[in-house]
């Protein structure tokens, strides 16, 4: 039975990841016949105004990569999905229902993440790097470098708006205990400035400084909601015992 269960869940997991790749590469594919539109749109946040390609498939496989990318981010929300479709069955009815929440609040976070990094990240990130060159230091700009940078830098900001959301995912369902957090911040804050290195596109102070603030900030706030709803589940249990 239990090796039954076990095959069960596998062919679900299969099955899930399968649905998301299939959405990721439908979607790519359609990315692809408006690539041309999103890497311009890109371009246009640089303090330069063109990006040179420097071989003759380079401006082809740039509009793969920013349909990849397209399709990736507009499967999100999908994906989200079929992660929770996959755990879903195993929690409860009220987990559900809480667990939903979460799945609603993983895309806003994810979106929000976005606008973060197109509106300020890269922009002020990009300002500061460029304010190194001089009179004769110029840039000239490869577009699969650049694009990189921009793509990397979207989709990370996106992924690392998640943190917080994991944080009070794993207070609430008490896989991790509130007080331990509480105990281990200084540890988490170390965790949260390396994800930041590792995901963020360049590795300058700047950059890290201007993504981590929100996101120690949105760390905190999640471990105050946690602490706030661990607050009202005691006085509700408190409550039903001496009832």
């Given at each position: 039975?239990d090796r039954a269960t ?142 990189s940078f921009l793509l ?55 950059s890290m400084l201007l ?33």
């Amino acid at each position: 039975m239990d090796r039954a269960t076990f095959i069960d869940h596998l062919e679900e997991l299969r099955k899930r990841l399968l649905y998301s790749i299939v959405c990721v590469g439908v979607l790519s594919t359609a990315g692809f016949f408006f690539s041309r539109k999103i890497l311009d749109f890109l371009i246009r946040t640089l303090p330069v105004k063109v990006a040179y390609f420097f071989s003759p498939t380079e401006a082809f496989m740039a509009q793969i990569k920013v349909a990849l990318f397209a399709g990736i981010f507009l499967s999100f929300p999908f994906v989200l999905y079929q992660t929770w479709a996959f755990i879903g069955p195993g929690l409860t009815r009220k987990e559900q229902k809480v667990s939903f929440s979460y799945l609603i609040s993983g895309i806003l976070l994810f979106l929000t993440g976005l606008a973060f990094g197109y509106f300020v990240l890269i922009p002020f990130g990009l300002k500061f790097l460029f304010s190194f060159g001089t009179d004769n230091l110029q840039p000239l700009i490869n577009v699969s470098k650049v694009l990189s940078f921009l793509l990397w830098g979207l989709l990370g900001a996106g992924l690392l708006f998640q943190l917080p959301m994991l944080v009070f995912f794993l207070i609430k369902f008490n896989i991790v205990s509130l007080k331990t957090v509480a105990k281990h911040q200084a540890e988490a804050i170390v965790i949260i400035l390396a994800a930041v290195a590792i995901i963020t596109p360049s590795a300058d102070a700047f950059s890290m400084l201007l993504i981590s603030l929100p996101l120690l900030i949105l760390y905190e706030l999640s471990i105050f909601i946690a602490w706030l709803s661990f607050r009202k589940r005691r006085r509700d249990e408190s409550g039903e015992a001496e009832s």
